[in-house]
């Protein structure tokens, strides 16, 4: 008779076992939390409660309890937060995907539901499978550009790791006390037998996966794992089939080589995205990431964009001298400045980074112009009371062609209009003539291409 996903002996890997999927479940609890922790940061960091202006994921309703007015110190609190996201997320891949194969037997396991709480804990593994998957995949077209996904990035990722945690969260609390008694029960063993040159890393879940497999054969023969002392038993109430193979193949590896190896491929996706959050040689090692390659231009700017200026429709004409105006609204009325009378203004300097929601950045920018909070004062606001911020751009089209800032990001003294960048003026493809730079926002509230200001609670 032909064997079918269905039946126990179609899986025969000799590497699965409770312990090997326990410390891939253990790696994840710890990444995951910390994925979950900073990709809410970076949603925060978005400020999407100011109006419809940074709100993509509109309705939220309560998903958006967390949500809070993000800060502007440290300086570098998004280039840390996001950074740790991506490259976190692209360096887990092999472990999810291990701990995805490992479980793979009782994904067929039948009957499908022996109790109501078995078929509340399936249903919580099929969101959790799907979500996990459909998470790490929207993540990683994100970081590529490659928005090949229907609809918004923003909304689908977040309703999306909202339904991944919650099943997430359930799982955790119905495995992982198991998972840890596998662990300590493992270690113990590895550290009370005899020292035989095996280290726990190898310890077999039992006796049949050990090197004297042919001697203790029997113990394999129950689908329902080992009993006590690794002798075979019958299933149990509440039992559900072993994750060891009942009828396992020659191995080819030991399970310390697959861990190994798993371990391997996450440090492999580490070395080969991790540099794109860093300046000089390590940005060249980014080779999977977009924006891991040479820097687009020499001298003062020469350091990473997202946005070109021909990729946005921008002009020569349109921001020479003779055309560009900043239009500045406010109570008090409205200015329109040309970019020489932008420089009779006082001047300040402020060194900040560029970091983006694709995890990469660049190191502290010298960035000089003039102070977001003295173009408010312009219109009416006292420089120390200044409102929200409505940033409008040159460009035509694209996420957040307009964006919203906090008042709080709109006084810090460092929050510039910036006119040069290390000692030089702008290019045109770092916002030339003048482009806004707030400490620790999101590179896309750093608006290019300034065309208008107009302060105002929003």
């Avoid at 329109?336 to 009378?341: I, S």
Wanted: charged residues 20%.
């Amino acid at each position: 008779m032909a064997r079918t996903p269905l039946s126990p002996g179609f899986w025969r890997s000799p590497l699965r076992g409770p312990r090997f999927t326990a410390l891939l479940g253990v790696v994840l609890l710890a990444g995951i939390t910390v994925l979950f922790v900073t990709g809410m940061l970076s949603y925060a960091a978005y400020n999407p409660d100011l109006t419809a202006v940074n709100d993509k994921t509109p309705g939220k309703g309560l998903l958006g309890f967390f949500l809070f007015d993000w800060p502007t110190d440290p300086s570098w609190l998004y280039r840390l937060t996001q950074g740790v996201h991506v490259t976190l997320g692209v360096a887990l891949i092999p472990v999810l995907l291990a701990k995805l194969w490992s479980v793979v037997p009782r994904l067929f396991q039948m009957p499908p539901a022996r109790s109501l709480t078995h078929a509340l804990e399936r249903l919580s593994v099929l969101l959790l499978v799907g979500g996990a998957l459909f998470e790490f995949v929207t993540g990683v077209l994100n970081v590529q550009l490659d928005y090949l996904f229907p609809g918004s990035f923003y909304p689908l990722h977040l309703y999306g790791a909202w339904v991944f945690i919650a099943a997430f969260v359930a799982h955790v609390v119905l495995r992982a006390p198991m998972a840890f008694r596998y662990l300590r029960e493992r270690r113990e063993a590895g550290a009370g037998g005899p020292d035989t040159g095996t280290e726990a890393a190898d310890v077999p879940d039992t006796p049949a996966e050990a090197a004297d497999a042919p001697k203790s054969a029997d113990a394999s023969k129950s689908a329902y794992g080992p009993g006590p002392a690794g002798e075979s038993r019958p299933p149990g109430p509440g039992d559900e089939p072993s994750l060891v193979a009942p009828e396992p193949e020659e191995p080819s590896t030991t399970r310390r080589g697959a861990l190994l190896l798993v371990g391997g491929g996450s440090l492999l996706l580490l070395a080969t995205t991790a540099g794109r959050s860093f300046d000089g040689p390590l940005r060249a090692t980014a080779v999977l990431a977009p924006h891991g390659g040479a820097e687009p231009d020499g001298g003062g700017a020469g350091f990473q964009v997202n946005k070109t200026a021909a990729s946005r429709g921008i002009t020569a004409t349109e921001t020479s001298e003779e055309a560009w105006r900043l239009t500045v609204t406010g109570p008090g009325g409205t200015v329109r400045l040309a970019q020489a009378q932008l420089r009779r203004m006082p001047q300040h300097s402020a060194e900040l980074p560029i970091a983006c929601v694709e995890g990469w950045s660049t190191s502290d920018q010298r960035w000089r112009g003039v102070r977001l909070r003295d173009l408010a004062a312009l219109v009416g606001h006292h420089a120390d009371e200044a409102p929200d911020v409505l940033v409008e751009s040159l460009q035509r089209s694209g996420s957040f062609r307009t964006a919203g800032l906090r008042a709080n990001q709109v006084r810090d003294p460092r929050a510039l209009l910036a006119l040069d960048v290390n000692g030089e003026p702008l290019t045109a493809d770092h916002g030339a003539p003048a482009r806004v730079i707030v400490p620790a926002a999101p590179g896309v509230l750093n608006t290019k291409w300034v065309s208008r200001l107009t302060f105002e609670d929003l």
